[in-house]
C-alpha cells in the first residue's frame, strides 16, 4: 500500500474534520497529490488537488470550505474541511499522479466521512 488515508468520522452540519494521506513509497512533493470522493451510485468527484508547485484547484462545490496541503516533512497530503454539509457525505479517496493532467493511477484505501 503505497497511501493510506485517515481522519475520517461523523460529524454535524458546520462542523470540520481534516483527512491525512500519507505516502510510504516516494515523496508526494514531486507528484501531483488529488482527493476526491465518492457516494453510491454516483460518480467520483474529484474534489482539490495540490501541483508539485503547490498550485492548488477546488471543486466548485467545496470552494472555500475546503483546503488542500502539504507537508514534506511527513510526506503528507491534508484535506482541511471545515462548514461541512450533509452533501458532503462520502467515501473521500486520495490518489496521486505525475501530472494533474494524467488519469490518477495510485489511490488509497478511503475513508469515510458523514456529515448529519
Known amino acids: 500500500v503505497q497511501l493510506v488515508e485517515s481522519g475520517g468520522g461523523s460529524v454535524q452540519a458546520g462542523g470540520s474534520l481534516r483527512l491525512s494521506c500519507t505516502a510510504s513509497?516516494?515523496?508526494?512533493?514531486?507528484?501531483?497529490q488529488a482527493w476526491f470522493r465518492q457516494t453510491p451510485g454516483q460518480e467520483r468527484e474529484r474534489v482539490a488537488t495540490?501541483?508539485?508547485?503547490?498550485?492548488?484547484s477546488y471543486a466548485d462545490s467545496v470552494k472555500d470550505r475546503f483546503t488542500i496541503s502539504r507537508d514534506r516533512s511527513a510526506n503528507t497530503v491534508y484535506l482541511q474541511m471545515d462548514k461541512l454539509r450533509p452533501e458532503d457525505t462520502a467515501m473521500y479517496y486520495c490518489?496521486?499522479?505525475?501530472?494533474?493532467?494524467?488519469?490518477?493511477?495510485?489511490w488509497g484505501q478511503g475513508t469515510q466521512v458523514t456529515v448529519s
Open positions: 490518489a496521486s499522479e505525475l501530472a494533474c493532467a494524467f488519469e490518477f493511477g495510485d
Open positions: 495540490i501541483d508539485t508547485d503547490g498550485t492548488t
Open positions: 513509497a516516494y515523496a508526494v512533493a514531486y507528484y501531483c
